[in-house]
Structures are given as structure tokens and as C-alpha cells.
Nanobody
């Protein structure tokens, strides 16, 4: 089993930045890719970014491309999501997930059912 814990969420003004962390524990050897998803109130969960486990390939949804940056520190078993130029539309609970996704479409993140392990989420609120 793999346990994932997100942190770094909070309240930020429009145009501001936050960095989310996703710390993995348990059987972390070869946990695969890390995906970042978000769910806004009343909406379904949306994939925003992912980073590959073997090659470190990064992917972004069109809604965050150019503003968000995903990275991972293998030695620390931690992934990060740097979020810049935040807007109220970025307000959501953000989740990280680990797994071996196999569906890749430009501008989209692999479906959530291709990820096996999930964190509990961290709230990000963008408001003045």
C-alpha cells in the first residue's frame, strides 16, 4: 500500500501563488506517475497535471498550462505542484494520486481511474 498526504493549500488572493506537496509513504518503490486532480464545489474531479514515474514526463491540462509546474523529488518521495497566477476558477480541493496511467491525450490528464492510490486532498481558495 501507498499512502499519500497533500499539504500546502490555503487562501490566496488572485494573482498569487501556492506550492502543494504530496508526500508518499509505505511501499513507495516504483509507485509510478503522480497525478494532480482538483474538484471544485458542484463539479466533477478534473486532472490538472501529472509527472511520469520512469521518465519524468510532465503533462498539463489546457486550463493550467503555463501557470502550474509539477515536479518530484524521488529521494524525498515527494511531488510538488507550483501554482502561479491563481484565479478564483482555481478554487478547489486538490488531490494527488499515484499509479501507472496508460491513456495520454494532449491537453488532458490521464483518467482518474488509472491511478491506484489517492491522498485526502487539500483546499485551495483563491479570493480577494
Amino acid at each position: 500500500q501507498v499512502q499519500l498526504v497533500e499539504s500546502g493549500g490555503g487562501l490566496v488572493q488572485p494573482g498569487g501563488s501556492l506550492r502543494l506537496s504530496c508526500a508518499a509513504s509505505g511501499r513507495t518503490f516504483n509507485i509510478g506517475a503522480i497525478g494532480w486532480f482538483r474538484q471544485a464545489p458542484g463539479k466533477g474531479r478534473e486532472g490538472v497535471s501529472s509527472i511520469g514515474g520512469s521518465d519524468g514526463t510532465t503533462r498539463y491540462s489546457d486550463s493550467v498550462k503555463g501557470r502550474f509546474t509539477v515536479s518530484r523529488d524521488i529521494a524525498k518521495n515527494t511531488a510538488y505542484l507550483q501554482m502561479n497566477n491563481l484565479t478564483p476558477e482555481d478554487t478547489a480541493v486538490y488531490y494527488c494520486a499515484a499509479g501507472f496511467p496508460f491513456t495520454f491525450v494532449p491537453g488532458f490528464i490521464s483518467p482518474e481511474d488509472e491511478f491506484d492510490f489517492w491522498g485526502q486532498g487539500t483546499q485551495v481558495t483563491v479570493s480577494s
